[in-house]
């Protein structure tokens, strides 16, 4: 089994930055590619972006292109969203998840693909 646990969410000003962070533990061999999720209030699960698990290929929703920045450490096992240029367009639960299969790139974007997952961290932008 594959444990998720983020950290880091808390309410920020429109423009501002905010960094959230992904433990993971357990059977982290089986893990191929990593990701970040939102749902905001009365809006489906929205696809924020992911890694694979080396960190070598990374992928974006449209909505945060240019703005978020996915990353890993290795050495720690912990996954990094550093989101900038905040709007309250980003607020949301932000959720952590992991495959433990390969992913082509298209499918990193599905959340069906994904076998575990965190409980969420939530992000408030205020305006």
């Known amino acids: 089994q594959v444990q998720l646990v983020e950290s880091g969410g808390g309410l920020v000003q429109a423009g501002g930055s905010l960094r959230v962070s992904c433990t993971v533990s357990?059977?982290?061999?089986?893990?191929?590619?990593m990701g970040w999720f939102r749902r905001a209030p009365g809006k489906d699960r929205e696809f924020v972006a992911a890694?694979?698990?080396?960190?070598?290929?990374?992928y974006y929703g449209d909505s945060v292109k240019g703005r978020f920045t996915i990353s890993r450490d290795n050495n720690q096992n912990t996954m990094y969203l550093q989101m900038n240029s905040l709007n309250p367009e980003d607020t949301a639960v932000y959720y952590c998840?992991?495959?433990?299969?390969?992913?082509?790139?298209?499918?990193?974007?599905?959340?069906?693909?994904?076998?575990?997952w965190g409980q969420g961290t939530q992000v408030t932008v205020s305006s």
């Open positions: 998840t992991a495959a433990r299969s390969p992913l082509t790139s298209q499918e990193m974007g599905q959340s069906d693909h994904y076998n575990y």
């Open positions: 890694t694979t698990w080396s960190g070598s290929s990374t």
């Open positions: 357990g059977r982290t061999l089986y893990i191929y590619a």
